[in-house]
């Protein structure tokens, strides 16, 4: 015996609307989950960039260390190059002028000049020919001069000659020169 007119129909526990809204609102919450998730991701991988940006800035760093303290080497090497090429450019002209400063007369056999001293080996005709043509020219050059004569038995000398500078007495460079004659 059936009590209805029609055949029943099965029955959900939620209603259709309800089973929408539900499954909208776990679709918003995985869509706000997996937004999260790359986000996060996200982040992640920019404080990753910012470690290796902040890793390259310190080796940028090292290297231009490194690179300004090659510049100051070089600097340094270029400014002693300079001057040693301006101390070889004035020992020229000093063996130069040496070398001008001996008269015909008087034979040099060896040279030896230091720092601050000169230390001459020869042959003179006479001792007054060695003082008035050599020796003259010397004490004005040097602030000491000492000489030793060994006579041969051709009448002639040999000569040791010995010639010191004091370096606390540095005689004034030329550019201060031009300045002082400037000045008066």
Known sequence: MAYSFIQPKPKSIF?????????????????????????????VSKVNE?????????????KSIVVKDYIERLDYEIKLGLEIQAQNQALKDSVSNLLKLIPDQITAKSIELNYNALTMRGLT?????????????????????????????????????????????????????EQDNDEQ
């Open 50 to 62: 910012q470690m290796r940006i902040e890793e390259e800035i310190q080796s940028v760093k090292i």
């Open 125 to 177: 005709p006479s001792k007054e020919v060695y003082k008035f043509l050599l020796e003259a020219p010397l004490r004005a050059v040097f602030t000491q001069t000492r000489v030793e004569f060994y006579p041969l038995t051709s009448g002639w000398f040999n000569f040791v000659s010995v010639s010191k500078a004091n370096p606390a007495l540095k005689p004034l460079e030329s550019g201060k020169k």
């Open 15 to 43: 209603k259709r609307y309800t089973k929408i809204w539900f499954f909208y609102s776990v679709l918003g919450v995985v869509c706000v989950l997996a937004f999260a998730r790359v986000i996060e991701g996200q982040s």
